[in-house]
């Protein structure tokens, strides 16, 4: 196991880290025949404001890890804590918003609606839902679309969309399972630099999962390689490139020694 | 975006047969000379031609003058004219499709549909009498119609299917009776004219006095009794419909219920509504209550079945999305899983709408209703043998109650999913 996790980190207070994971590990259908070791031995700590990103093969863990965090499943082993608290428990204070690999848009809701559902559920009243919305929907520069329902828009603006309602609720801490995995390279570049300026614009911490290198350097702070079988973390690369990241970023030789760096750690972990 | 490849609105579509258009210019040349043969021909007509007496109009203006002494001679001349008339909307509305097709409109279909249903009118209206020519026109403008149809280059549209079918059906019930009495009545069900009337016949019959003399028509009472046994149907649909939708939440609630209850859920509904009809009447007296519980049970099992299925339908990753806001129980039913039921839902509300109404009707049966539909089906299934008509008539009412309570669902769905993705888009 790499040593690296602490990296990214400058303070040594755990209270401080919003997501602190130690020995983690996720066993499928244990204690049966076909039990699969999802996770072994994960430990990661991720600090406030970073942009993180879980990168790897299929089959490497890093979506389990997100929906671990995400108490969306629970660790065979092991401590996680997000904000200072079990996940279960910063689920149900609502601490993070989700985006899904689809946009899981709900197609009888309008645009609108879709990004006041958190608000709806979690209590807010119809004027301030409406102004929230209106806002999400202009940091996501879909304000025009508000009326519109999500089968009128392209795959990139329904994405667009699940942002804003993730953000609408406004949690420090936003996990993205490759959220820009179904468009294609064209809109996905695009919509990298969206989720920078996004992210430069409301703030917070980002843990991003994708399978795409170039995304995940271009993206992090820090990016985290994992290899499958059983899924585990190999290095934790920190990548110092400028920021504001632009188009001319993805030119910088920087940018390209920073994705040969990820590229080579992923092939040691294969031993190739 | 929205969808841009929209077909050019203008331009109709390749016909399916190269000959297409030009063979239904001329079929519609055809049919409008039909037409306007049929309208000739009644212009003159004497005003004691069976021709004119025995059409739906000229009975109607037999029964006007005999109720209201009025002068039988001036009824029958406003009959003429209404036969007239309707010859000429089908010559008229031929002409139009006539138009269409050489404009090579886009809308040369629907304007042929048109053609189509007046000649359908027409052939309600005019008599079939023996050795009488003008009897096959309307028939032979139904049949020119369909082929200029089939052949015609358009979209389809969503009602033609339904009109096409029913034209073809009542076009080749009355060649097959023709056929019949051409060979000598040996053909399966020619022996007696009663195994299959003619639609004129039927037609007429509901604009005759439901009793000799009586002050009503028959399609009045019909039509009475429709709404009598409508109501009953109605308070049926309701109440089924909630005890299913009801069910549905509980098994979709509960894995354990679904297990203990569904199976006797699904029981019932293979026990002959029958057999258990004269049960619930004697349970619970006489009256409508009985007849909406009986109608009740046969609405109930479609809405379980299918509020159970969309309940269920959400994805999982729809049903993680509320797991991340830690929404309530209350919000996942009311925000995710109700509205992604609703298409199930509605799918069998119309199944149950049509259910509720034969519910209805064997309900009425043990209940002894005479104002319903049930004790009209009754009294005209005995005179069956010398007026089948009646029967048929009933028949055609009791029809029209289903489908108008199943049009009626429909709309309130296309309402209440107006903002959904439409099937059609």
Known sequence: ?272 | MLDTELRPSGEADTPRLASGRALSIVLTLVMLALGLIVAAAYVGMPLDDPSLVESTPGQLALWLAARNNLDEAATLGTARIALVGMSLLAAGLSGGGLYALARRSASSQRALLWALLSFDVLVLNVPPVDGSLLYPLPLAGIALALVALFVAPGRVSRTLGVFVVISALLCFWEVYIALGQATGNTLPLTDFPWKMPHWQNIAEQLLQPARRNGPLLLVGILAEAAFFTWREAFVGFVAGSLLGFVLGMLFAHSKLLERALLPYAIASQTVPILAIAPMIVSALGAGWLPVAVISAYLTFFPVTINTLRGLLSPDPMALELMRSYAAPAWAVLWKLRVPAALPYIFTALKVSATGSVVGAIVGELPSSRSDGLAAAILRHSGNYASQPEKLWATIVIAALVGILFFSAVSLVERWVMRRRVSVES
């Open chain 1, 1 to 272: 196991m790499d040593t690296s996790t602490s990296g990214g980190s400058q303070t040594s207070n755990p209270d401080q880290k919003v997501v602190s994971i130690k020995n983690v590990h996720k066993v499928f259908n244990s204690g049966s025949g076909d039990a699969v070791v999802a996770l072994q031995d994960i430990n990661l700590e991720i600090g406030a404001n970073e942009f993180v990103s879980l990168t790897g093969p299929s089959g490497c863990g890093k979506s389990t890890l997100l929906r671990l965090i995400a108490d969306l499943l629970q660790p065979t082993a092991g401590q996680l804590l997000v904000n200072g608290k079990p996940p279960h428990q910063a689920r149900q204070d609502r601490d993070y918003g989700f985006v899904f690999q689809a946009a899981t848009l709900y197609d009888w809701r309008s645009v609108s609606q879709n990004v006041q559902l958190p608000l709806e559920i979690m209590g807010y009243s119809p004027r301030e839902r409406a102004e929230r919305a209106r806002a999400m929907l202009k940091l996501v520069e879909l304000e025009k679309f508000a009326d519109h329902h999500p089968w009128q828009l392209s795959g990139g603006m329904q994405q667009r969309v699940a942002i804003a309602r993730a953000l609408a609720f406004e949690p420090a801490l936003l996990l993205m399972d490759e959220p820009f995995g179904a468009l294609d390279e064209f809109t996905r570049e695009r919509m990298n630099m969206e989720l920078l300026n996004i992210w430069g614009k409301a703030g917070g911490t980002i843990i991003f999962v994708t399978h795409s290198i170039p995304e995940a350097v271009f993206l992090s702070s820090r990016v985290v390689v994992m290899s499958p079988r059983p899924g585990r973390i190999t290095k934790v690369t920190n990548i110092d490139l400028p920021r504001p990241r632009n188009f001319e970023t993805r030119e910088d030789p920087r940018f390209f020694a920073a994705v040969t760096e990820v590229r080579e750690s992923l092939r040691e972990a294969y031993g190739v």
